[in-house]
């Protein structure tokens, strides 16, 4: 008879009933180190639990951990109690945890802390010794396992941000007492090739202990005197080893060191294309503003041509000189205005004139025009002008009165 397949959550469910009614798993303690600590926003904390062989995922829930009199940190020992049972949607068993007891600090997080504090007192940390990583390396030179996921992450990401970079990969343990050694030469060898331009070490994460080799005092004095640049690429974003430290940047996963070890060709594809087409419209803007200068300059040679200036003072001379004219003319035409009536008041007191419309004028033997009748004597001889001639006469009688000639 065929056995009906049971769907994944059926599998979880049961196992977490089979987990629930077991007697020591639901109430027991565990002792172990935290490690990878967590104390998520919503109150939560959530943990790993490890000894020398093994670790367990632990959680304490916001309502269990507000009592806790003191405060978790990666490296604390403790004894923990509560119930082991199955996170469904996952398929992970955990320790969830009811109570806590400060059992003292783990013997490896008290060595991670001592040779901290040592190699920081020595300046080994120090920003002003710290190298500047290179912009566009064109060899990398890789010191880690040649197994493990975090050499495939370098290349890719290397290999898909900047095609021409070349890997040169140095293969080495990176987990047991060999490792530290290992790294250590590997680092040596790729610091003494001329064409390295930049070092990654490093390896994907783990515990405290997995993560030994980077903890090392003689690998981190390693990095510190390399001459070349290196990039401490170890452990997930919450694991720091002394190696991050020392190293000349730290990124926090493997994967992130090869972001940052180079540029990405896409990006600088598009900024090359951006910055030339900058230049472009530059370059056109340029020589318009050149050609409408030249313009200005043809025109102005144009303007300040002499021949132009010359025929312009041509032009301005014969205005000039038509001004002149006229004013002369002008001037002539007054002053032949003034003679004639200059003229005309001459022959107005002109006594000759008075010849001509028939009257006569008398001149005693002086030759004194004579005015009046005072002026004369009875047998006085006179002349009398008419105008085409004289007549000699002798004053005979003189009547004094009011004139009055008859036409």
Do not use: W
């Not at 040779?115 to 010794?129: A, H, I, N, P, W």
């Not at 140095?170 to 047991?176: A, F, M, T």
């Not at 993560?211 to 004095?221: C, H, K, P, Q, S």
């Amino acid at each position: 008879m065929d056995i009906r397949p049971l769907k994944v959550s059926e599998v979880n469910s049961y196992i977490k009933r089979v987990f629930l009614g077991d007697m020591i798993l639901s109430n027991l303690s565990v002792e172990g180190e935290i490690s990878n600590f967590k104390h998520h926003y919503s109150g939560h904390m959530y943990f790993n639990l490890k000894d020398e062989k093994g670790k367990i995922k632990a959680v304490m829930f916001k309502s269990d951990n507000e009592n806790l009199k003191f405060n978790l940190e990666d490296g604390m020992k403790i004894i923990a109690t509560g119930y082991v049972s199955l996170y469904e949607k996952e398929g992970d068993y955990q320790l969830y945890i009811r109570h806590i007891k400060e059992s003292g600090l783990g013997n490896l997080y008290k060595a991670f802390e001592e040779l901290k504090k040592k190699l920081e007192s020595e300046g080994m940390f120090s920003e002003s010794d710290k190298k500047p990583i290179p912009f566009m390396p064109k060899k990398i030179g890789v010191v880690t396992s040649s197994t493990g996921a975090a050499i495939r992450d370098i290349i890719t990401v290397i290999k898909r941000r900047f095609p021409p970079c070349n890997i040169l990969i140095y293969p080495s343990l990176v987990q047991g007492s060999q490792a530290p050694m290992e790294i250590c030469k590997g680092l040596n060898y790729l610091d003494s090739r001329e064409d390295i331009d930049l070092i990654i070490t490093g390896r994907g994460g783990g515990s405290i202990e997995e993560l030994f080799a980077f903890n090392d005092e003689e690998v981190a004095r390693t990095i510190y005197k390399l001459r070349t640049p290196v990039i401490s690429a170890v452990g997930h974003e919450t694991d720091f080893t002394i190696a991050d430290f020392v190293a000349d940047l730290r990124a926090p996963t493997p994967s992130a060191a090869a972001e940052l070890s180079v540029p990405d060709i896409c990006h600088l594809n598009s900024e090359l294309e951006s910055k030339y087409n900058r230049l472009t419209k530059l370059m056109l803007n340029l020589i318009e503003d050149y050609r409408i200068k030249v313009k200005h300059l043809n025109a102005n040679l144009k303007f300040y041509n002499p021949m132009n200036q010359l025929r312009d003072k041509r032009q301005e001379i014969d205005s000039l000189f038509r001004d002149l004219n006229y004013i002369v003319e002008k001037k002539l035409m007054g002053k032949k205005s003034e003679l004639l009536d200059l003229k005309n008041s001459l022959d107005l007191l002109n006594p000759l004139l008075a010849l001509d419309r028939g009257y006569g004028i008398l001149i005693d033997s002086q030759g004194k025009i004579i005015k009046s009748i005072d002026d004369t004597t009875i047998d006085e001889e006179i002349n009398i002008l008419l105008k085409d001639g004289k007549i000699r006469s002798i004053i005979k009688s003189i009547d004094k009165g009011e004139l009055v000639v008859e036409k």
